[in-house]
């Protein structure tokens, strides 16, 4: 079973990143723009989330969040050059409450309440990106999003062990 996990953990990756090829490419190009906020906070939750997940026994499937780490901070870092330059104040009020949200996360030490933070996180990191597309929908890459779907879904059946700890936040 673990084999086939293993197996399943790859083929999320491939998926992901054959979904990430193009919106890092639109980035290069500088037809997508990437809002940073966003593609920064994604990153940092992202490696917390493959440690949380990683040490409570969330086996090879928790590396998917690692490899989203790095793929968030390559398309942060391209942000930084061709990405969204006006930042919002409810882009900056969605970071702070996010940076907020992990300050809790590391004190809280219950893995529950934690992944819920993450959660949070994840939504207030996504609000940047949301606003943005509605304004502009063409600076984003829409197939990109779907792709990230596929691999949550493999995500979740990648796991070693299933609690809503480990689950919530699959990748």
Known sequence: MEFMKSIVTIIAM???????????????????????????????????????QFFNQGGFGSFINLFMGIICTVIFILGLRN????????????????????????????PLLSIILVVF?????????????????????LITFAFSGVKNGLSIYALSSYSLVIVMYPA
């Open 14 to 52: 491939l998926i992901a990143l054959i979904g990430y090829i193009p919106y890092i490419r639109d980035c290069i190009k500088g037809k997508t723009k990437p809002h940073v906020i966003t593609w920064f906070t994604w990153a940092l939750v992202s490696f917390l989330a493959f440690g949380i």
């Open 83 to 110: 990405g969204t330059k006006d930042i919002t104040r409810t882009d900056w009020i969605a970071f702070m409450l996010a940076l907020i949200a992990i300050g809790l996360w590391l004190i809280v030490k219950q």
């Open 121 to 141: 996180i994840d939504i207030m990191s996504f609000l940047p990106t949301i606003l943005k597309g509605w304004k502009k929908p063409y600076t984003e890459t």
